[in-house]
């Protein structure tokens, strides 16, 4: 059974930081693309980063290029995001999926909330 358990969103202020995780199990973690997506209230999911496997070909939505990295720890099956120089417009939900451009896996999981404020 896949399960995908994001975490290490928060309350920070504009300029800040904070680096998600994302716990992958079920699956053959390293076989897989993996991505970031993001929902704001009364918005679509956005596709934020995306890594591949290796060589680890990462690409970024432009609105975050240049303050989020994204990585990946084959060996403890987890999924990062590093996440600088936060705006207000980042605040959202952040969920974490396989596939490089649209969604693998049917299920989400809880997500984990980002909010930029001062």
């Known amino acids: 059974q896949v399960q995908l358990v994001e975490s290490g969103g928060g309350l920070v202020q504009p300029g800040g930081s904070l680096r998600l995780s994302c716990a992958a199990s079920?699956?053959?973690?390293?076989?897989?693309?993996m991505s970031w997506y993001r929902q704001a209230p009364g918005k679509e999911r956005e596709l934020v980063a995306t890594i591949t496997g290796t060589p680890g070909t990462k690409n970024y939505l432009d609105s975050v290029k240049g303050r989020f990295i994204i990585s990946r720890d084959d060996a403890k099956n987890t999924l990062y995001l590093q996440m600088n120089s936060l705006k207000p417009d980042d605040s959202a939900v952040y969920y974490c999926n396989a596939g490089a451009t649209v969604p693998f896996w049917g299920s989400w999981g809880q997500g984990t909330q980002v909010t930029v404020s001062s």
């Open positions: 079920g699956f053959t973690f390293s076989r897989y693309a």
